[in-house]
């Protein structure tokens, strides 16, 4: 089992486990997980030698006690599935005509605990959605500058005393993003070095005390609305900026 294997079991493991409390009986999100990475291999269709085109509108049917279930979550369990189908692709080597959507729909004539997957290949355009996990929780990036630290005054608040009150900064122009430390007291990590300032790339991972920050970017839909039983979404597909988050299409 090769290391991208490992990495999208593993997140199958943190959907299934974060969201453990929730589901003790019915439908399991990592079988949602499982259904999504047989739905891509399934529908896969070689289109060239170099391209092989996989469906990047997903929509996942249960039982409406399973669908309750799910929706109390809102886009945190959207989120860890996009992340899911962007690993699985990026190591099938599987290409998407346009971003990435997944959607919840209620299905009256399927029994609680089992799951459904209709896919489809739509081009439209990619919004890319950074976000920063952190303790098991997701913030996305929302402004050009996010302070992280542990005094009240930072945008994202941290529980550790070995961090400053502003420990570091992570800056988003709307396509590249990178870490900048602050002069904190006891210095910032950047996959493990030591780190001023620096780019940031997907997967990167921010040490700062005894928190790990990693940073994410998730190529969705745009205007996506998890809970949508349908989306329209026909503009013109966008560049991956040179395969600077990916590989280029």
């Known amino acids: 089992m090769g290391i991208l294997d490992n990495f999208e079991k593993g997140l199958e493991r943190a959907v299934n486990g974060a969201f453990a409390k929730t589901f003790k009986s019915g439908l399991q999100p990592v079988e949602i997980t499982s259904a999504l990475r047989r739905e891509l291999d399934t529908k896969a269709a070689v289109v060239s030698r170099d391209r092989i085109l996989a469906p990047n509108r ?64 739509v081009q439209g355009t990619v919004a890319w959605t950074p976000v920063l996990d952190i303790e098991g929780k997701r913030y996305p990036i929302t402004t050009s500058r996010t302070v992280i630290g542990r005094g009240s005054d930072a945008d994202i608040t941290v529980q550790d005393t070995g961090t400053s009150r502003r420990h570091v900064e992570v800056l988003w122009d709307g396509a590249r993003a990178k870490v900048r430390d602050l002069g904190s007291t006891n210095g910032s990590q950047l996959n493990g070095a030591a780190v001023k300032e620096a780019i940031l790339e997907p997967e990167s991972v921010i040490t700062i005390g005894r928190t790990r920050i990693v940073f994410r970017v998730l190529a969705q839909a745009a205007s996506v609305d998890p809970f949508a039983d349908r989306r329209i979404d026909d503009s013109p597909g966008r560049n991956d900026m040179g395969g600077f988050w990916g590989p280029a299409t």
């Not at 399973?66 to 929706?71: K, L, S, T």
């Open 58 to 121: 997903f929509t996942v049917r249960m039982a409406r006690a399973d669908f309750e279930r799910m929706r109390t979550l809102g886009p945190a369990l959207i989120h860890e599935l996009t992340q899911l189908v962007q690993s699985h692709a990026s190591s099938q080597r599987y290409q998407f005509a346009g971003g990435i959507s997944i959607s919840l729909a209620e299905d009256a004539s399927m029994a609680e605990g089992m799951v459904q997957i209709d896919s489809s290949n």
